[in-house]
């Protein structure tokens, strides 16, 4: 596959998966031995991602995450996010909820194999979400 059909995957992951909430395309999108290397981790796999997800979306409901930059070269996708959403639930399982609405960033770099994502790589910068949890923005 070209550098451009990966980085057509990693938007669609993003946006059809985790932006519509399209579990099943982000199991269809997923290799069935995909690997996470990104903390938080919620366990091995897809299982593991679809964990995560569902953690972050049920802290907060209205999470949406905005694709700023997307680089590619051979099978490896960069992919620059800004993440919004309000803190409506438990967080990392012990964070009530404050009501406050965040914006933190990340990055993610992913490996596609076959036009699958195989490998995921996560970044994200929890200290700047954990300030403005704290209403320290």
């Known amino acids: 596959m070209s550098t451009e059909d990966n980085k057509s995957i990693a938007r669609q992951f993003i946006e059809r998966g985790l932006n519509e909430r399209d579990l099943d395309f982000v199991r269809q999108i997923m290799r069935a031995d995909f690997v996470d290397h ?6 091995s796999g897809i299982d593991g991602f679809m964990a ?3 953690m972050a979306t049920a802290a907060f409901p209205d999470l949406h995450v905005s694709v700023e930059d997307t680089i590619a070269e051979g099978d490896r996708v960069a992919v620059r996010v800004t993440v919004r959403g309000t803190h409506e639930g438990v967080f990392l399982g012990n964070i009530s909820p404050t009501g406050r609405k965040a914006v933190w960033t990340g990055i993610d770099i992913l490996r596609i194999e076959d036009g699958q994502i195989a490998e995921r790589w996560s970044e994200r910068d929890i200290m700047a979400l954990m300030r403005q949890l704290e209403g320290k923005n």
């Open 38 to 43: 990104g903390p938080p981790s919620a366990g």
């Open 52 to 54: 995560l997800a569902a």
